[in-house]
């Protein structure tokens, strides 16, 4: 006879019943359904505060100029978080642009780059 270790995933009590049985009821299914779902949002919400916050420091070093050489370790002081973009624009000679919403850079030779802001604010479909 097979004995049974099985902890509820919510709770952490053993679980009593089939052996596929997760959780001690619906109320505690309920309690780590949600649970995990706040984790995911809060995920999200991190992410989002991060690309916010590199958009405000592209905004303030671009300020009214169209395109600015700016070196990395500039952005870097401000906080900029260069692994997070919400998208990669590739021009035609093959450069990559890296944008948070409508501001971007273009890493150049030496630890510069070249932030810029996008001119149409239209997302392809598709
Ligand atoms: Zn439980």
Redesign the pocket.
């Known amino acids: 006879m097979e004995t049974s270790t099985r902890l509820?995933l919510?709770?952490g009590?053993t679980v009593k019943g089939r052996i596929d049985k997760k959780?001690?009821d619906d109320y505690?299914r309920n309690v780590y359904n949600n649970r995990t779902k706040s984790d995911d949002n809060a995920f999200i919400r991190e992410v989002i505060q991060v690309l916010k916050k590199n958009r405000r420091i592209l905004a303030g070093l671009l300020g009214e100029e169209g395109m600015l050489k700016m070196p990395k370790t500039k952005l870097l002081h401000k906080g900029f978080q260069f692994n997070y973009h919400t998208h990669v624009y590739t021009n035609q000679k093959g450069d990559n642009y890296y944008f948070c919403f409508e501001y971007g850079y273009l890493p150049i030779a030496g630890d510069w780059c070249l932030l810029v802001k996008r001119k149409e604010e239209k997302i392809p479909a598709g």
């Open positions: 509820c919510a709770c009590k959780f001690c505690c």
